[in-house]
């Protein structure tokens, strides 16, 4: 698979990517046209797909299962990039880690695609149509450092603010959606702690109340923000049986990870990501040693744990 | 279980006590009127009810917008939007001439301008908020000085009193202006209402307010807005330096008494009443006291008395859960090193060396046998301390808790028991449901048992 991107990469670079309908990102993409990769092409026959944002009838030329498609996306900070030239597929259905060193740009894919920041180039779309159509059908976990968590309020009302969205302007959360809130807070297991004020909250306890509050948006593809960072063991274990029982439900969950072992036991397919994308894939194909080198350059520590790794998984 | 049954019972509490804390503070300031009358010889003429009134109303409009302010962290541009006012007012005069309402037109337009350019620097230039706030606030200010100045050389003499937009000048105010502070709070409040769910959202979490397709701009903006007329209404009365206080101060308030977001704004509303009215009448008891900032010292009062006192963050309440915590701790520390040293010694009612305590824990040694002793659970014999039946149990059953506590962690995934945190100080009898703590405790015994094979062999 990582040859196959590898592949169509390597194509659209050769076409400059004339079709590409990007008003500024004209400038960056020229000299990205020289910098074609050396790695082995296998060619497999590349689908021309329509970069521009979907019309009306967008959904029909996709099929259904793609769940999330990013095309040529750049995002700058300062005119240097943070994500370059992003080119990635998520099938519907899969427990994706997005995986890369410090600074390679994950969170930033993550709120690119959420156009929570703007974006230099490229277009995303979730089910073959741009974000704003499909808003509902997306969930979104920040970074719980992200908040006040001082903020006076209790869990439940944070975990209502997932349905705010779908209520629209003027209307007020009712009975309906408390009780929807509940039932997410059951799943994390919080249920216990429904009316806590959340500054009272240990740092899993803020995670999963941010993963009830994206699970009460009851969305198609979820896309989490490094739910994993500095929780407790109970916490990890409930965010990853829940990322199970929704890749079970046929959801999509996309998650920046920071962790290489548990990686593979994690999730089943990968994107390897440095500013660009070095690979991206079912995870046994596409989790191997030469890929993390390639992700996190010669680095002692990470590679002799991705090489470990990438050996037990291998075998 | 026990938590759900607790949880109605918690915050039934908490709403009582937001109930009489506003009773209270009602009161307090009802019982003020008398009092002043009879000990600070205050005479409530027309002038002094309108003003306090037009007090009362303005700390329930600026407690109210100011509380999101606060929560915002945005206490400072309070204060840049304030200053920021100063210029329009001169420009109004200069345009228009002296009519009130215009001239607070003008102000809340430059203040709304002074907003909307920090918000600018903030996004698209490297400048932090911080600095934004502070280069506004110098700039804009200034430009109201230099023209408050070239207005006063001019030989008009309509001009006259138009500094006390500065300061403030309660003693101005008439009726028809507490009439606008009632009108225009009232639809802001209307506004506010409108748009309460949003507002809590791009408060507590913006990106995620966008995330859900909320226009977060917009909203920022409507919500600064209504700060800005918030500020407008009171700067007749606190003038631009001092609406900062006023803005604020009840909110910070009010925050220290409550956990809920709805209650904050109400207990800031109340506090912003009290501080606005009894502010003006105390400053009645002689002419030569000016309003405006003695309601801010009022404000300032309720907030130090509020961090002081508020059940739960204040500090004297934490003052005291820090002692009972060093207490409890040292009570369950004692109970345990008299537990072991008297089982290594024999029986479980061995009496410890009262030096041998002190030695091994110092003053720690101390509270906690007077603890135990309070709870019967320990008795001093002989310069020595030893267990009564009460304290054995107690002991034997922290130890246990203890024990099971270290299988658990140990052994819960073998076991296959359900994940909880880890917290000793809970009976893990009661974390975990029967079957659960039935599989634990043959784990325990299983344990024993080997750990004596060994030690007999």
């Given at each position: 698979?990582?040859?196959?991107?590898?592949?169509?990469?390597?194509?659209?670079?050769?076409?400059?990517?004339?079709?590409?309908?990007?008003?500024?990102?004209?400038?960056?993409?020229?000299?990205?046209?020289?910098?074609?990769?050396?790695?082995?092409?296998?060619?497999?026959?590349?689908?021309?797909?329509?970069?521009?944002?979907?019309?009306?009838?967008?959904?029909?030329?996709?099929?259904?299962?793609?769940?999330?498609?990013?095309?040529?996306?750049?995002?700058?900070?300062?005119?240097?990039?943070?994500?370059?030239?992003?080119?990635?597929?998520?099938?519907?259905?899969?427990?994706?880690?997005?995986?890369?060193?410090?600074?390679?740009?994950?969170?930033?894919?993550?709120?690119?695609?959420?156009?929570?920041?703007?974006?230099?180039?490229?277009?995303?779309?979730?089910?073959?149509?741009?974000?704003?159509?499909?808003?509902?059908?997306?969930?979104?976990?920040?970074?719980?450092?992200?908040?006040?968590?001082?903020?006076?309020?209790?869990?439940?009302?944070?975990?209502?603010?997932?349905?705010?969205?779908?209520?629209?302007?003027?209307?007020?959360?009712?009975?309906?959606?408390?009780?929807?809130?509940?039932?997410?807070?059951?799943?994390?297991?919080?249920?216990?702690?429904?009316?806590?004020?959340?500054?009272?909250?240990?740092?899993?306890?803020?995670?999963?109340?941010?993963?009830?509050?994206?699970?009460?948006?009851?969305?198609?593809?979820?896309?989490?923000?490094?739910?994993?960072?500095?929780?407790?063991?109970?916490?990890?274990?409930?965010?990853?049986?829940?990322?199970?029982?929704?890749?079970?439900?046929?959801?999509?969950?996309?998650?920046?990870?920071?962790?290489?072992?548990?990686?593979?036991?994690?999730?089943?397919?990968?994107?390897?990501?440095?500013?660009?994308?070095?690979?991206?894939?079912?995870?046994?194909?596409?989790?191997?040693?030469?890929?993390?080198?390639?992700?996190?350059?010669?680095?002692?520590?990470?590679?002799?744990?991705?090489?470990?790794?990438?050996?037990?998984?291998?075998? | 279980?026990?938590?759900?049954?607790?949880?109605?019972?918690?915050?039934?509490?908490?709403?009582?006590?937001?109930?009489?804390?506003?009773?209270?503070?009602?009161?307090?300031?009802?019982?003020?009127?008398?009092?002043?009358?009879?000990?600070?010889?205050?005479?409530?003429?027309?002038?002094?009810?309108?003003v306090?009134?037009g007090g009362?109303?303005l700390g329930?409009v600026s407690g109210?917008l100011g509380?999101?302010a606060v929560?915002?962290?945005q206490s400072l541009l309070g204060d840049a939007l304030s200053h920021a006012a100063l210029p329009g007012v001169a420009i109004a005069f200069?345009?228009?001439?002296?009519?009130l309402?215009?001239l607070l037109?003008g102000a809340g337009v430059t203040s709304w301008l002074g907003v909307?350019f920090i918000?600018?620097?903030?996004?698209?230039?490297?400048?932090?908020?911080d600095a934004a706030m502070g280069i506004v606030l110098a700039a804009w200010f200034a430009a109201g000085i230099a023209l408050l100045v070239y207005i006063q050389?001019?030989?008009?003499?309509?001009q006259a009193g138009l500094d006390s937009f500065i300061f403030g000048q309660a003693a101005a105010i008439?009726?028809?202006d507490?009439?606008?502070i009632?009108?225009?709070?009232?639809?802001?409040?209307?506004?506010?209402?409108?748009?309460?769910?949003?507002?809590?959202?791009?408060?507590?979490?913006?990106?995620?307010?966008?995330?859900?397709?909320?226009?977060?701009?917009?909203?920022?903006?409507?919500?600064s807005?209504?700060i800005v007329v918030a500020i407008v209404l009171g700067l007749q009365l606190a003038g631009v330096i001092l609406m900062v206080g006023m803005l604020i101060a009840s909110g910070i308030?009010?925050?220290?008494?409550?956990?809920?977001?709805?209650?904050?704004?109400?207990?800031?509303?109340?506090?912003g009443?009290?501080a606005g009215?009894?502010g003006a009448?105390v400053s009645?008891?002689?002419?030569d006291i000016p309003t405006g900032p003695l309601i801010v010292v009022v404000a300032f009062l309720l907030v130090?008395?509020?961090?002081?006192?508020?059940?739960?963050?204040?500090?004297?309440?934490?003052?005291?859960?820090?002692?009972?915590?060093?207490?409890?701790?040292?009570?369950?520390?004692?109970?345990?090193?008299?537990?072991?040293?008297?089982?290594?010694?024999?029986?479980?009612?061995?009496?410890?060396?009262?030096?041998?305590?002190?030695?091994?824990?110092?003053?720690?040694?101390?509270?906690?046998?007077?603890?135990?002793?309070?709870?019967?659970?320990?008795?001093?014999?002989?310069?020595?301390?030893?267990?009564?039946?009460?304290?054995?149990?107690?002991?034997?059953?922290?130890?246990?808790?203890?024990?099971?506590?270290?299988?658990?962690?140990?052994?819960?995934?073998?076991?296959?028991?359900?994940?909880?945190?880890?917290?000793?100080?809970?009976?893990?009898?009661?974390?975990?449901?029967?079957?659960?703590?039935?599989?634990?405790?043959?784990?325990?015994?299983?344990?024993?048992?080997?750990?004596?094979?060994?030690?007999?062999?």
């Amino acid at each position: 698979m990582g040859g196959a991107a590898r592949a169509r990469r390597r194509e659209l670079h050769l076409k400059e990517r004339t079709a590409v309908s990007n008003q500024d990102g004209v400038g960056i993409r020229q000299a990205d046209v020289v910098r074609v990769r050396e790695a082995p092409v296998q060619e497999t026959p590349v689908q021309e797909t329509p970069a521009q944002e979907a019309p009306a009838g967008g959904a029909a030329q996709k099929p259904a299962s793609t769940a999330l498609e990013v095309d040529d996306l750049t995002v700058a900070y300062d005119s240097r990039p943070a994500i370059w030239d992003i080119d990635l597929r998520v099938p519907e259905g899969v427990l994706m880690a997005i995986i890369g060193p410090n600074g390679a740009g994950k969170s930033t894919l993550i709120k690119a695609a959420l156009k929570l920041i703007p974006r230099a180039a490229g277009t995303v779309q979730f089910y073959g149509q741009p974000y704003e159509r499909v808003r509902g059908m997306v969930g979104y976990v920040p970074q719980r450092g992200s908040v006040d968590w001082d903020f006076p309020t209790t869990v439940l009302d944070v975990v209502t603010m997932g349905l705010y969205g779908r209520l629209g302007w003027l209307r007020r959360p009712g009975q309906r959606e408390q009780a929807a809130a509940m039932h997410a807070l059951e799943q994390v297991g919080m249920q216990d702690f429904a009316e806590r004020q959340i500054s009272q909250l240990s740092g899993g306890q803020q995670q999963r109340t941010f993963l009830a509050r994206a699970l009460v948006q009851d969305a198609r593809i979820y896309l989490m923000d490094e739910p994993f960072a500095a929780v407790d063991a109970v916490t990890e274990r409930a965010i990853i049986s829940i990322m199970r029982e929704l890749r079970a439900r046929g959801k999509t969950v996309v998650v920046v990870h920071h962790d290489l072992q548990t990686a593979a036991e994690y999730f089943d397919w990968v994107t390897l990501l440095n500013v660009e994308v070095v690979a991206s894939g079912p995870i046994g194909e596409t989790f191997t040693a030469d890929n993390l080198r390639q992700t996190y350059g010669g680095r002692v520590a990470y590679l002799q744990d991705a090489q470990r790794i990438a050996g037990r998984e291998e075998l | 279980m026990s938590a759900k049954n607790s949880k109605p019972k918690t915050k039934n509490s908490q709403d009582r006590r937001i109930w009489l804390l506003i009773g209270a503070t009602a009161l307090v300031a009802a019982l003020f009127v008398p009092f002043s009358q009879l000990f600070l010889h205050v005479e409530y003429d027309y002038t002094l009810r309108t003003v306090a009134l037009g007090g009362a109303l303005l700390g329930v409009v600026s407690g109210v917008l100011g509380c999101f302010a606060v929560l915002r962290r945005q206490s400072l541009l309070g204060d840049a939007l304030s200053h920021a006012a100063l210029p329009g007012v001169a420009i109004a005069f200069l345009l228009v001439g002296r009519d009130l309402g215009l001239l607070l037109v003008g102000a809340g337009v430059t203040s709304w301008l002074g907003v909307y350019f920090i918000r600018l620097l903030t996004n698209t230039t490297r400048i932090k908020q911080d600095a934004a706030m502070g280069i506004v606030l110098a700039a804009w200010f200034a430009a109201g000085i230099a023209l408050l100045v070239y207005i006063q050389a001019r030989p008009d003499a309509s001009q006259a009193g138009l500094d006390s937009f500065i300061f403030g000048q309660a003693a101005a105010i008439v009726e028809r202006d507490v009439q606008l502070i009632a009108v225009v709070g009232a639809v802001s409040f209307v506004v506010l209402g409108l748009f309460w769910k949003e507002f809590k959202l791009i408060t507590f979490d913006a990106e995620f307010a966008g995330a859900s397709g909320f226009r977060v701009n917009l909203l920022n903006m409507l919500l600064s807005t209504l700060i800005v007329v918030a500020i407008v209404l009171g700067l007749q009365l606190a003038g631009v330096i001092l609406m900062v206080g006023m803005l604020i101060a009840s909110g910070i308030a009010a925050r220290q008494w409550t956990n809920h977001l709805g209650q904050m704004v109400i207990l800031s509303a109340v506090f912003g009443a009290f501080a606005g009215s009894t502010g003006a009448i105390v400053s009645a008891v002689d002419a030569d006291i000016p309003t405006g900032p003695l309601i801010v010292v009022v404000a300032f009062l309720l907030v130090v008395t509020s961090l002081a006192f508020a059940p739960g963050r204040g500090l004297v309440w934490m003052l005291l859960r820090q002692r009972n915590d060093r207490r409890r701790f040292a009570a369950q520390t004692m109970l345990q090193d008299l537990y072991h040293y008297a089982t290594d010694h024999g029986a479980a009612d061995t009496a410890a060396p009262e030096s041998f305590l002190f030695g091994v824990r110092g003053a720690a040694a101390k509270i906690g046998l007077q603890q135990l002793h309070a709870r019967g659970q320990a008795q001093p014999r002989d310069g020595a301390w030893m267990l009564t039946s009460a304290g054995i149990e107690a002991a034997a059953r922290d130890d246990r808790n203890n024990q099971l506590w270290s299988v658990y962690r140990q052994y819960a995934d073998d076991l296959d028991l359900p994940s909880v945190a880890e917290d000793r100080q809970q009976e893990v009898t009661q974390v975990l449901p029967a079957d659960a703590v039935a599989r634990l405790e043959r784990q325990l015994d299983r344990l024993r048992t080997a750990a004596s094979d060994v030690t007999e062999s």
